[in-house]
């Protein structure tokens, strides 16, 4: 019974469906390294035929560094070659591959039809300056838009890609606040970085930092969860002395249970940094007062760590900050400044009656 019915049905569907299947089977790949494509043209008679044709994606540079708040464009273009004679219906997507972290869409686009997702709402969109161009332009950048973009290119027969690093000039500080050493879970470390006009570190910030010097021996949160400090020269206490100079990893913590430092990253900033000149020392309240009665603010210190190594501020004179810390730029070292290289000197935090400079930020 049943055996009669179906062998007509499947006659019917295999008239139809054979040649989609045919298709869907044979890939070529020949050794001059072009990829035949048995290609159906969407007509919906399941024509086959040969096309050779080669999707590529390209972009002419692997990294882009630009500045907080600009505008930045990560290169990427696709081709055919040979070149086709018509066009297809190519698609792109924009990933976002933050360190240790899935990747997020950042933008998809189709013709002129376009998405884009998250904290990319609104800053993105595809410069399209030439045929093939697909680059993605990113406004307003954030401190935390670093990392890989991924641009891949789909047409429903071929998908390739290619990853673009994104880079901020700026520069890594190590961070504990007021309340004292290791007091910092994960939250509190990216929140006491934002405080400071600056965001959690990245693995590859760091181990930059640590390549210019950065020798600090208190282990802190990174952006991608791990706890580390940059030696460069190895002692004891600090990961041991006989081991090599290189950044110590305690690995990945517990986000909310485990307490350490934090290392932030702080990048260019709009307004400038200077100490104000005031006739007399001030306590904490009078600095706050005497910055505000300059149509200023008290500086944070991301700000005062942005304007030393970003714009050369050098300044032998202690001035209250933000988060009631007081410090100080050096970026020639000098008698009576401080140790023999350049740095932001810290006096920690002082009782707030005592009476320093300040730094304000306009
Ligand atoms: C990135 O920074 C923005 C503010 O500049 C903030 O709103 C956002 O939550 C941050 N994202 C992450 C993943 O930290
Ligand atoms: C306030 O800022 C201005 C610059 O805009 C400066 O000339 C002036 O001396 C400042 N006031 C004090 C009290 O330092
Ligand atoms: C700073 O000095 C003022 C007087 O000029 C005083 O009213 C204020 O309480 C002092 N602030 C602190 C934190 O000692």
């Not at 595809?126 to 093939?132: E, F, K, Q």
């Not at 990216?190 to 570190?201: E, F, I, K, R, T």
Request: charged share 20%; aromatic share 12%; with cysteine.
């Amino acid at each position: 019974m049943l055996g009669g019915l179906l062998r007509p049905l499947l006659a019917a569907c295999g008239l139809v469906l054979l040649p989609a299947a045919a298709a869907a089977a044979v890939r070529f790949n020949y050794n001059n390294g072009f990829y035949y494509h048995d290609v159906s043209n969407g007509n919906g008679n399941g024509e086959i035929y040969f096309n050779g044709v080669r999707l590529f994606v390209e972009s002419p540079q692997a990294s882009v560094s630009a500045t907080r708040g600009s505008s930045v464009t990560l290169p990427c273009h696709f081709h055919y070659e040979p070149e086709l004679s018509a066009p297809r219906r190519t698609r792109v997507k924009w990933s976002w591959l933050p360190a240790n972290a899935v990747g997020e869409p950042v933008m998809v686009a189709m013709g002129n039809r376009h998405r884009s997702y998250g904290g990319f709402r609104g800053r993105v969109r595809l410069r399209r300056s030439a045929p093939g161009d697909l680059s993605l332009v990113i406004n307003e950048l954030r401190l935390n838009d670093t990392g890989r973009y991924r641009c891949e290119v789909i047409d429903g027969l071929e998908d390739e890609s290619i990853t673009v690093e994104l880079e901020l000039r700026g520069v890594v500080f190590p961070y504990y606040s007021d309340k004292g050493r290791y007091r910092l879970n994960f939250l509190g470390a990216q929140q006491a970085c934002q405080d400071q006009d600056a965001a959690l570190a990245t693995f590859e910030q760091l181990f930059t930092a640590w390549d210019e010097g950065l020798d600090w021996c208190n282990a802190g949160w990174l952006a991608d969860g791990t706890v580390q400090y940059p030696i460069t020269a190895p002692r004891d206490g600090c990961g041991g002395s006989d081991l090599a100079p290189g950044l110590r990893s305690y690995g990945q913590r517990h986000r909310l249970l485990h307490r350490f430092d934090a290392f932030c990253f702080s990048a260019s900033i709009k307004g400038s940094v200077y100490f104000l000149a005031s006739p007399t020392k001030l306590n904490f309240t009078e600095a706050l007062q005497a910055c505000a009665e300059n149509s200023s603010h008290i500086a944070k210190v991301g700000q005062l760590y942005a304007a030393w190594r970003l714009t050369g501020l050098d300044r032998c004179d202690a001035g209250w900050l933000a988060d009631g810390s007081v410090r100080y730029p050096i970026t020639k070292a000098r008698v009576n400044c401080g140790p023999p290289e350049p740095g932001v000197r810290s006096f920690g935090f002082p009782p707030r009656h005592q009476k320093f400079g300040v730094y304000c930020y306009r």
